[in-house]
């Protein structure tokens, strides 16, 4: 395999959505780079891929990047994945990625699942397109300033949630946009337990009420336009 960065699209949750060239590439390369080892560890022993591994998170991602252009320039190819989905997308990736073009190295993408795009299909919100906002600041009055800014957007607003602030960011939008704004919320997508509620914030935390939520949380907010 021709030396040079290669970013990995892997499943969003259910293991049997990696594709054929993904697989390929994971098994060819000389390294994979990984957001969580032991993570990936679960994809890689499921495909009997038995490439090496080396973490790269938003912790150590400053200094993994000159190791990896380190490797490349010696005529490695690396491939980056993160936990879930597309790398660089409101996850680790994006310093490696910028970096590697800075440094003349060749980037080739090899798509997969990603759950912005996955959620925005199952909402039926996104025909006209729409914003990706990613995860809101975890401080309330950044949280409350972005939420406002999109108030009038007049497409869909996609946010990435932790299940631990899903009732907490539906709070957020009944308070600093509107109680009868229309709300997507799409967790454990493609797992066995995945759920989809939609409905106003108010309907939603009804839905969660007295449950323990676990699961990454894509949350669309429907544009203002469209109540």
């Known amino acids: 395999m021709d030396a040079g960065l290669y970013i990995v699209g892997t499943p969003i949750g259910n293991l049997g959505d990696l594709s054929f060239r993904a697989l390929e590439t994971l098994k060819e390369v000389d390294l994979i780079v990984a957001e969580d080892t032991r993570h990936t560890r679960r ?4 495909y009997d891929i038995t490439t090496r591994m080396m973490s790269c998170h938003k912790f150590n991602e400053k200094q993994r990047v000159e190791q990896i252009i380190e490797r490349i320039h010696d005529g490695q190819a690396v491939a980056m994945v993160t936990d879930s989905g597309m790398p660089c997308i409101s996850d680790p990736g994006s310093r490696v990625a910028a970096l590697c073009r800075e440094a003349g190295i060749e980037i080739t993408s090899v798509p997969g699942p990603a759950a912005v795009t996955t959620a925005v299909a199952l909402s039926g919100f996104g025909e006209h397109g729409f914003i990706f906002a990613g995860f809101l600041p975890h401080k309330s009055g950044g949280r409350k300033r972005d939420l406002q800014k999109w108030a009038e957007a007049d ?11 899903l009732i907490k ?15 997507f919320v799409a967790r454990e997508m493609t797992k066995k337990f995945e759920e989809l509620t939609c409905g ?7 839905a969660y009420e007295g ?10 907010i429907q544009p203002a336009k469209q109540k």
């Open 43 to 46: 994809l890689t022993d499921r």
């Open 155 to 165: 497409l869909p607003v996609v946010l990435y949630e932790s299940p631990y602030r």
């Open 169 to 183: 960011v539906l709070d957020e939008i009944e308070q600093h946009l509107d109680p009868d704004r229309i709300v």
């Open 200 to 206: 106003t914030p108010a309907e939603i935390k009804a």
């Open 211 to 220: 449950r323990n939520v676990k699961g990454e949380c894509v949350v669309i």
